[in-house]
């Protein structure tokens, strides 16, 4: 965008001293052509980052909402750390506290407008009601709390246990012909 407007400058500037040497009247109709251009340009650009826009204000809300409820496990005993920083990550909460320790990733989704909302844990991966995220949270998860059980390993010398969770608000769906799923939504470490 800077690039279009440097560009958008110097013609005006060449046009100036064109019509500066030539002697000619001012043009304000190529001018306003110039101008709609670059403004339906402008539109259609902002239109386009729109739904990213969105995206990501509906992420930080989730991931507030989810700090908020957290915070308030302050009072029985547990430590809350937000965006804890890793190698070109982040871990979005980290709970420690008297049951263990526990690496939280926070996905924010719109409810489906017609179809069911259910959050359905499918072996390794999660449904919500027929749409799959792009990407698998179970795996983030996951690989998430193992990078945690690595840094709490070599900054404290212990090595946490590794347990698997699930969300209250997931439901585990049998798959046809096999053993109910397991439920490794979330990893505590």
Same mark, same amino acid.
């Given at each position: 965008?800077?690039?279009? +407007?440097?560009?958008?400058?110097?013609?005006?500037?060449?046009?100036?001293?064109?019509?500066?040497?030539?002697?000619?009247?001012?043009?304000?109709?190529?001018? #306003? =052509?110039?101008?709609?251009?670059?403004?339906?340009?402008?539109?259609?650009?902002?239109?386009?980052? =729109?739904?990213?826009?969105?995206?990501?204000?509906?992420?930080? %809300? $989730? %991931?507030?909402?989810?700090?908020?409820?957290? %915070?308030?496990?302050?009072?029985?005993?547990?430590?809350?750390?937000?965006?804890?920083?890793?190698?070109?990550?982040?871990?979005?909460?980290?709970?420690?506290?008297?049951?263990?320790?526990?690496? &939280?990733?926070?996905? +924010?989704?719109?409810?489906?407008?017609?179809?069911?909302? /259910?959050?359905?844990?499918? $072996?390794?991966?999660?449904? &919500?009601?027929?749409?799959?995220?792009?990407?698998?949270? &179970?795996?983030?998860?996951?690989?998430?709390?193992?990078? =945690?059980?690595?840094?709490?390993?070599? #900054?404290? $010398?212990?090595? *946490?246990? #590794? +347990?698997?969770?699930?969300?209250?608000?997931?439901? *585990?769906?049998?798959? +046809?012909?096999? #053993?109910?799923?397991? /439920?490794?939504?979330?990893?505590?470490?």
């Amino acid at each position: 965008m800077p690039g279009l +407007t440097a560009i958008l400058a110097l013609t005006m500037t060449g046009w100036e001293w064109w019509r500066y040497y030539a002697e000619k009247p001012p043009q304000p109709m190529l001018f #306003s =052509l110039l101008a709609m251009a670059y403004l339906a340009f402008a539109a259609w650009q902002f239109h386009r980052f =729109l739904p990213r826009l969105r995206a990501l204000r509906q992420g930080m %809300e $989730g %991931e507030r909402a989810v700090g908020q409820f957290l %915070e308030r496990l302050r009072e029985r005993g547990y430590h809350v750390f937000h965006d804890v920083l890793g190698d070109g990550f982040n871990v979005d909460h980290v709970l420690i506290g008297p049951a263990g320790v526990f690496s &939280i990733e926070t996905k +924010t989704w719109s409810k489906p407008l017609k179809d069911d909302a /259910r959050v359905i844990c499918l $072996g390794d991966s999660l449904r &919500i009601g027929p749409l799959e995220p792009d990407r698998n949270p &179970i795996i983030q998860a996951v690989a998430q709390a193992a990078w =945690l059980k690595q840094l709490l390993s070599e #900054s404290t $010398g212990s090595l *946490p246990k #590794s +347990t698997a969770a699930c969300p209250d608000f997931v439901q *585990p769906k049998p798959m +046809t012909g096999s #053993s109910p799923p397991r /439920r490794p939504a979330l990893q505590a470490c």
